[in-house]
């Protein structure tokens, strides 16, 4: 069965179908190619298509990459339990082993940086939770709020000093914030920068590599060669960061 709803000016229609007992949604658009992309937090199957393909040739699309599919959701649910080893070990809770929790990826890829304020590292998430896992606001607590804003306020006097020095420029202002799609985001009109509350749970590099990333925006506003050529200036090892920290969800 096919549901069908409204939606905005450029998708000609948004259908959801079933697939080889995969739900798929199905986004046409008048574009040329067909896009195939599971998303977190609970590995929906998201398919792009041009606005006049039929319907078998998308069932057709899908099938013949059902083992690629597969191992995306096997990827995505490893990399939340991940995720929650490391939060939970860092709050003191203890986790549920096999528990799959929240991520937030498009591709099967790991989460990458994003657009400019857009110019966060993440990428949108769907808004959808996964069946029987714990929801963000049980892992949200009061208490694990409070630690992670007082080990981000501990950490970033120092960093903020070291690296206004070398990259030369400073932010107008930083908030933290529980983030569902991305680990932080700045406004390079502004000099406003949002960092996500969980690298405060997170090792200190992480926070490091992101507070860089997002500084360096307040010098360029697009991830193209000149920022690249800047991050290799300031932080030569940012890709293996970058690498390491795309290996946990955000929650």
Excluded at 61 to 88: G, H, N
């Amino acid at each position: 069965m096919t549901y069908r709803r409204r939606t905005s000016r450029r998708v000609t229609s948004t259908d959801i179908i079933d697939i080889g007992g995969m739900t798929v949604t199905v986004i046409r658009k008048p574009i040329r190619n067909m896009y195939l992309r599971v998303q977190p937090p609970n590995g929906d199957i998201r398919v792009t298509a041009p606005t006049r393909i039929s319907t078998e040739a998308v069932e057709t699309f899908v099938s013949t990459r059902k083992t690629w599919i597969r191992a995306q959701q096997r990827k995505i649910q490893r990399m939340q339990r991940d995720t929650m080893r490391l939060v939970c070990g860092a709050t003191g809770e203890e986790h549920p082993e096999g528990q799959s929790q929240h991520l937030n990826d498009q591709t099967g890829r790991q989460p990458s940086v994003g657009e400019q304020d857009s110019s966060g590292i993440g990428s949108r998430d769907t808004g959808n939770r996964n069946i029987g896992s714990r929801d963000s606001v049980t892992v949200w607590t009061a208490d694990v709020q409070r630690r992670a804003r007082q080990s981000l306020e501990w950490q970033l006097p120092a960093l903020l000093d070291h690296w206004t020095r070398v990259i030369g420029r400073s932010p107008t202002r930083i908030t933290f914030r529980i983030m569902r799609s991305r680990w932080g985001s700045c406004t390079p009109a502004t000099g406003r920068i949002r960092l996500n509350l969980q690298l405060g749970l997170m090792e200190p590099r992480f926070l490091e590599y992101v507070l860089v990333h997002e500084m360096t925006h307040l010098w360029v506003g697009g991830h193209g060669p000149r920022f690249q050529q800047l991050m290799d200036r300031f932080l030569p090892d940012w890709r293996d960061l970058r690498r390491e920290l795309n290996r946990y969800a955000v929650l």
